[in-house]
C-alpha cells in the first residue's frame, strides 16, 4: 500500500512537482538530449473497448444517484489505476531530465454549456493512486459543477492569460520565453504550475459529446504533460453471434499520444493492459488498488 512508501527529502535536482530520477540505465538519459520535444519523442496507440461492460456499470451508478456518471470517469479511474501499478507512464521531462511526478494529474477542457460560442477553460483534477471510481466522479463532478455554476465566467488560469495577453506582442513573446526558461530549471512559480494546463500526468478529450471519432492529438512541447488521451462512443458496428443472430456491439474507442522517452515499450504494454483490464472489469475500480507501486529512485 501507499503508506510503505518511503517519504522522500527534496534534494538538489528535484522539482515542485516531481522528484528527478537518479538511477536510470544510460540509455533513458541520453534518448531526451536526442529527441528534444515531445512531439520528436510522440507515439501513437489506437484500441477499442466494447462498452456492454462498461455500460452497465455505468448503469448501476446512476441507479445509485451519481448523476452523469459516464465512461469517462471509467477511464479516468482506470488510467489512475494503471499508474498505481505502473507509475513510469507518470513520469515527466524538463531540462532534458527525468522526473517522476509526486501526484497524478488529470487536465480537461470543460465548457459552460454545450453550444459553440460556450465560455471554456480547463481544468485540472487531482489524484492520489489509491483512488476508487466513485472518488474520481466525485472529485471532478464537484469541481465541474463548480465551474460551471460560478457566476465569475473566467478560471484563474484565464485571468493570468487575460493578462499577458494584453501586453504587446514583444512582450507578450519575451514572458513566454522567461517561462520556458524558469520551467527548463525547474524555478517556474508553484502557483502558475498549479493552473497551468501544460504541466500534469494527462490530458483527456472526448469526441463522444461531438458525436465524431476520437483524434490523435498532439503534445505540448511546452510544460511536461506525456499523454494524451482522445476517447470516443460514437462507433457502433454489426455482428453475428454463434446462434446466427445480429448484434449490435458498441465500442469506447481510444487514442493514446505518449512520450516515449520516459520509459520502454515493454513498460507502456504493461500499463496498457492495465487499462483494458479495467475497462473490460470496471467493479475493480470500486475498491482501492491492492498495492501501489512506486518508482525507481
Known amino acids: 500500500m501507499s503508506d510503505k512508501i518511503k517519504k522522500r527529502r527534496r534534494r538538489l535536482g528535484d522539482r515542485p512537482e516531481g522528484r528527478r530520477l537518479r538511477t536510470l540505465e544510460p540509455i533513458n538519459v541520453i534518448i531526451p538530449f536526442i529527441m528534444k520535444t515531445r512531439n520528436d519523442a510522440s507515439n501513437l496507440f489506437s484500441d477499442a473497448i466494447e462498452l456492454s461492460a462498461i455500460k452497465k456499470y455505468v448503469h448501476e451508478k446512476r441507479h445509485q444517484g451519481k448523476a452523469g456518471y459516464n465512461a469517462m470517469h471509467v477511464l479516468v479511474a482506470s488510467y489512475i489505476r494503471s499508474v498505481a501499478k505502473n507509475p513510469g507512464i507518470n513520469r515527466f ?22 453550444s459553440l460560442n460556450a465560455p471554456a477553460t480547463m481544468l485540472k483534477f487531482n489524484f492520489t493512486p489509491e483512488a476508487t471510481a466513485d472518488e474520481v466522479y466525485e472529485n471532478m463532478n464537484s469541481k465541474i459543477m463548480e465551474y460551471k455554476n460560478a457566476e465569475e465566467k473566467k478560471s ?19 514572458a513566454i520565453g522567461l517561462l520556458k526558461l524558469l520551467d527548463y530549471y525547474g524555478k517556474i512559480p508553484k502557483f502558475l504550475i498549479n493552473i497551468s494546463p501544460f504541466h500534469g500526468s494527462l490530458v483527456i478529450t472526448s469526441m463522444a459529446s461531438l458525436n465524431i471519432p476520437s483524434i490523435y492529438h498532439h503534445l505540448y512541447n511546452f510544460g511536461n504533460v506525456p499523454m494524451f488521451i482522445s476517447f470516443s462512443t460514437a462507433r457502433h458496428e454489426n455482428a453475428v453471434d454463434k446462434n446466427g443472430e445480429l448484434l449490435k456491439k458498441h465500442f469506447l474507442d481510444i487514442k493514446i499520444t505518449t512520450d516515449e522517452r520516459i520509459c520502454d515499450g515493454q513498460y507502456f504494454a504493461s500499463a496498457l493492459h492495465e487499462l483494458r483490464r479495467c475497462l473490460n472489469n470496471p467493479h475493480l475500480l470500486d475498491n482501492p488498488p491492492d498495492e501501489v507501486v512506486e518508482d525507481i529512485d
Open 156 to 174: 484563474s488560469f484565464e485571468k493570468v492569460t487575460g493578462i499577458l495577453c494584453s501586453f504587446p506582442r514583444w512582450i507578450f513573446k519575451m
Open 93 to 114: 521531462i524538463n531540462g532534458y531530465r527525468i522526473f517522476a511526478r509526486k501526484n497524478i494529474q488529470v487536465i480537461m477542457e470543460v465548457k459552460k454549456e454545450l
